[in-house]
Nanobody, 120 residues
Framework: QVQLVESGGGLVQPGGSLRLSCAASGGIFNLSPMGWYRQAPGKQRELVATITSAGNTNYANSVKGRFTISRDNAKNTVYLQMNSLKAEDTAVYYC??????????????WGQGTQVTVSS
């Protein structure tokens, strides 16, 4: 069974930093593009950042220069370093694996989400 488990969320003051982690299990992830998405109350889920198996990254304009996505394939873990946090970054952050290889072929998987709240 494919599982993605996020951690590292919490309450932080504006201008602060957090590092999210996403631990993956139950499949082969090193070939899969991975991503972080977020959903604020009353809004649709939106892309934050993605990283390919080769390490190429893509960011939403709203987080460019502040957030950094990275991956450790040996640990099946994806990270999101978030700096200079703003109130508008408050959301539930979700990890996504786009093409997880299992015995049944490729599948898409989501984590359960971790809350990030930026407030003074």
């Amino acid at each position: 069974q494919v599982q993605l488990v996020e951690s590292g969320g919490g309450l932080v003051q504006p201008g602060g930093s957090l590092r999210l982690s996403c631990a993956a299990s139950g499949g082969i992830f090193n070939l899969s593009p991975m991503g972080w998405y977020r959903q604020a109350p009353g809004k649709q889920r939106e892309l934050v950042a993605t990283i390919t198996s080769a390490g190429n990254t893509n960011y939403a304009n709203s987080v460019k220069g502040r957030f950094t996505i990275s991956r450790d394939n040996a640990k099946n873990t994806v990270y999101l370093q978030m700096n200079s946090l703003k109130a508008e970054d408050t959301a539930v952050y979700y990890c996504n694996a786009d093409q997880v290889l299992t015995g049944k072929g490729f599948s898409n998987a989501w984590g359960q989400g971790t809350q990030v709240t930026v407030s003074s």
